[in-house]
């Protein structure tokens, strides 16, 4: 009988180890508006033109799958959102991103404090990552300021070798980031 409380008694602390180790995997997601803007006035959007930054990565740079299911994530969000893109004449806003991998160090301490080791030392674990940050900005076409920015950054592992999961990626980070966009009339 005493092998099932002390089962159920583990299982706080290994919640929290695994909530530890998949914190550095949840994709962050955020955005910002211009304050005071009334986003009803804007109908249109197209692509600007490339700026001379590179993404960040030979890899993204040179893979133009990403550039495609990005643009297609947005157009399509965009579009369910009531926004247009006109075959002639200016948009009202005009859509650049920008992409980059980093190195990302995270120091898991959290097992520590809680009193699960995993090892005699009890030493906090070093964990190295690759994250993938990706930007989006929609410019007024009329002023040329950013009135709308969101981004996303998420571990990448497993993404650049395999193109489904690069499109699952991309597409939540887009739908996620697009969720804090205002609708178009």
């Keep these: 009988m005493r092998r099932p409380t002390r089962l159920l008694a583990l299982i706080p602390v290994l919640v929290l180890a695994a909530a530890a180790v998949s914190g550095c995997a949840t994709m962050n997601v955020s955005a910002h508006m211009q304050r005071g803007l009334d986003f009803a006035r804007y109908h249109t959007y197209d692509w600007g033109p490339p700026d001379a930054l590179p993404t960040g990565d030979p890899r993204l740079d040179q893979d133009p799958f990403f550039k495609d299911h990005l643009e297609g994530a947005v157009e399509k969000q965009l579009a369910f959102r009531g926004f247009d893109r006109p075959s002639t004449g200016t948009p009202d806003l005009l859509i650049h991103y920008h992409a980059s991998i980093s190195t990302r160090i995270d120091v898991d301490r959290t097992d520590r404090q809680y009193g699960y080791c995993y090892d005699e030392t009890c030493g906090a674990r070093v964990y190295e990552y690759e994250a ?22 998420d571990a990448v592992q497993g993404m650049l070798d395999n193109k489904d999961v690069m499109a699952r990626k991309i597409n939540e980070a887009v739908t996620r980031m697009l969720e804090q966009f205002p609708r178009g009339l």
Excluded at 132 to 153: E, H, M, P, S, Y
């Design 132 to 153: 993938g940050t990706l930007i989006l900005d929609f410019v007024d076409t009329t002023t040329n300021r950013v009135v709308w920015r969101g981004w996303a950054q």
